[in-house]
């Protein structure tokens, strides 16, 4: 786009309302603060949009955030099923894993947060655990939710230190918050692992050679009193910039 200001594209969650007939279609309000923050200007997403109507969006956009929220029905990655999965959303689903494709072809920045990176990685081929205590041996306690204050640091981090992410963030051991109970297994093809939990889990992956192409299983939204996870949108929003 010829502005000065990058356009930020935003997946949705599709919400439920007193009229089951008709959910709204929202986020939290922390994405949104964050992205203007950095200096983009944010807009929604809607599902349900036709593939010619979200490729006219995209032409549009200076780069796009995946967002957090519900479970990817793990039909999607041929993944194992359990109680836990919830709220599955078959049109954010498809929409999300299409925008991922669309964006890594074309060059188009993108950020994954949480269910974002979870996209990301079963967008490119690779696999998700579905719920991570019981299928993840000696692992920590990553859903830290929902009575818990979001900004709580649950864990470290690990960043490869030649990485994109530890150069973007200025640090190698980020503490973090942790709001999932699913994680990556099998990472997509062409990603790389770049940050893992004590627990060796894989907490962030980078796409080498995109322009901006990096996904973290936390959630900076909610940690802008720390300056790493504010540099984290500014990259994402300079690289939407000099993409325009």
């Not at 991570?132 to 709580?152: E, F, M, S």
Request: contains cysteine; negative net charge.
């Amino acid at each position: 786009m010829n502005m000065t200001t990058p356009a930020i594209g935003l997946t949705v969650n599709r919400l439920a309302s007193s009229n089951p007939t008709a959910p709204y279609h929202g986020l939290s309000e922390a994405y949104i603060n964050a992205v203007v923050r950095a200096g983009g200007i944010p807009l929604l997403i809607p599902l349900g949009l036709p593939e010619s109507d979200w490729k006219e969006l995209c032409s549009h956009l200076d780069g796009i955030l995946l967002t957090g929220g519900s479970d990817i029905d793990p039909i999607r990655f041929n993944g194992q099923n359990h109680p836990s999965v919830y709220d599955i959303d078959s049109e954010r689903d498809a929409l999300e894993i299409a925008l991922v494709q669309h964006a890594a072809e074309n060059h188009l920045p993108f950020l994954g947060i949480c269910r974002g990176v979870q996209a990301i990685n079963v967008a490119l081929g690779g696999t998700l655990f579905t719920h991570i205590a019981d299928q993840v041996p000696g692992a920590l306690r990553h859903d830290w939710y929902p009575n818990v204050p979001r900004d709580y640091r649950a864990h470290s981090v690990t960043l490869e230190p030649s990485s994109r992410l530890a150069s973007i963030l200025g640090e190698t051991q980020p503490q973090v918050n942790s709001l999932h109970h699913q994680g990556l297994d099998r990472i997509g093809k062409g990603l790389v692992a770049v940050g893992h939990a004590p627990d060796g889990l894989v907490e962030a992956i980078e796409l080498p050679g995109h322009l901006f192409g990096i996904g973290v299983q936390w959630h900076p939204e909610w940690l802008q009193d720390d300056p790493a996870m504010r540099n984290l949108f500014l990259a994402f929003i300079q690289a939407a910039a000099k993409g325009e």
